[in-house]
């Protein structure tokens, strides 16, 4: 799997948009980006993932650039519950493994 | 549905022991992950099953081991525990084998190693 630049720590205002950048640089064409987050001391919790399009949900927005070196997480209007580690990984889309490899994440912290 | 349950939540045990975890994946998931998290190393992946079988296994010592159980649930072994063994260990549990699905991560285990 491919590895994962990320910021180590970034900061928001409560209500404005996070935007959480994530490199991947020797990214393949069968590898997908996931975004996890980890809240302190709780298990890590699936936000969103994407291949090559845009992708939305619920929670938050991937935007992944046209060449897939690097990847956005956007969370649009930021809480304070939003405040956690956030995770990128790069993991291949095939059936037969489950295994994430983490690296340190960027630990967000969002003020009022 | 039910989430991925995990237990005990804490542990206190001393250098030498064994202990063994427990996990519950949501049911209908037949993979179930283990993983290590420490302040130092951050979160390492363990070893996965997928019906009863180990599939997949990181680069952790003999001592750590696990096993899948028939309905899926899961338990991993740590023998003649060390200090550096204390952590956080999680499992996450996934409807398949295959890579298509997210995975569904359960509170940890707090071990700590006296």
């Known amino acids: 799997d491919a590895k994962t630049t990320q910021p180590t720590s970034m900061d928001c205002a409560e209500g404005r948009a996070a935007n959480l950048p994530c490199n991947h640089s020797?990214?393949?064409?069968?590898?997908?980006v996931y975004w996890y987050r980890q809240i302190h001391s709780q298990g890590p919790q699936y936000i969103i993932h994407?291949?090559?399009n845009n992708e939305t949900n619920e929670m938050a927005s991937l935007i992944i650039t046209e060449d897939r070196k690097s990847s956005t997480l956007i969370l649009p209007h930021a809480t304070l519950r939003d405040t956690a580690v956030y995770y990128c990984i790069v993991r291949v889309f095939s059936g037969g493994y489950n295994k994430l490899i983490f690296g340190a994440g960027t630990r967000l912290a969002v003020h009022p | 549905k039910a989430g991925v349950t995990q237990t005990p939540r804490y542990l206190i045990k001393t250098r030498g022991q064994q202990v063994t975890l427990s996990c519950s994946p949501i049911s209908g998931h037949r993979s179930v992950s283990w993983y290590q998290q420490t302040p130092g190393q951050g979160l390492q992946f363990l070893f996965e099953?997928?019906?009863?079988?180990?599939?997949n296994k990181g680069n952790f010592p003999g001592r750590f081991s696990g096993r899948q159980f028939s309905n899926s649930r899961s338990e991993m072994n740590v023998s003649t525990l060390e200090l550096g063994d204390s952590a956080l260990y999680l499992c996450?549990?996934?409807?398949?084998?295959?890579?298509?699905?997210?995975?569904?991560f359960g509170p940890g285990t707090r071990l700590t190693v006296t």
């Open positions: 020797t990214i393949s064409g069968n590898e997908y």
């Open positions: 996450a549990s996934s409807p398949t084998g295959g890579g298509e699905y997210e995975q569904y």
């Open positions: 994407g291949l090559k």
């Open positions: 099953y997928f019906s009863e079988t180990q599939r």
